[in-house]
Nanobody, 116 residues
Framework: QLQLVESGGGLVQAGGSLRLSCAAS????????MDWYRQAPGKEREFVAA????????TYADSVKGRFTISRDNAKNTVYLQMNNLKPEDTAVYYC?????????WGQGTQVTVSS
């Protein structure tokens, strides 16, 4: 079993930055793909970014390309999401997800609120 705990959310003005962290425990972290998703009020959860097990392969939603950066530190069992130039439409609960084979593990989420 894998446990994921997100942190780093908060309230920030438009144009500001936040760095989210997702700490994993409970099983081998380094071999899994890690994703960030977000869910705004009244909307479905949507993909934000993903990173492969080695950290060398990343993908992003078009809405965050050039502003967000996903990274991971396997030695610390942690994945990060650096968010720059935040916009009000980035307001959401952000979740990390770990995928090992056919099994997905989700964290509890961290709130990000961007004021205009």
């Amino acid at each position: 079993q894998l446990q994921l705990v997100e942190s780093g959310g908060g309230l920030v003005q438009a144009g500001g930055s936040l760095r989210l962290s997702c700490a994993a425990s409970g099983r081998t972290f380094s071999s899994g793909r890690m994703d960030w998703y977000r869910q705004a009020p009244g909307k479905e959860r949507e993909f934000v970014a993903a990173i492969g097990w080695s950290g060398g392969r990343t993908t992003y939603a078009d809405s965050v390309k050039g502003r967000f950066t996903i990274s991971r530190d396997n030695a610390k069992n942690t994945v990060y999401l650096q968010m720059n130039n935040l916009k009000p439409e980035d307001t959401a609960v952000y979740y990390c997800k770990a995928t090992f084979g056919a099994i997905d593990y989700w964290g509890q989420g961290t709130q990000v609120t961007v004021s205009s």
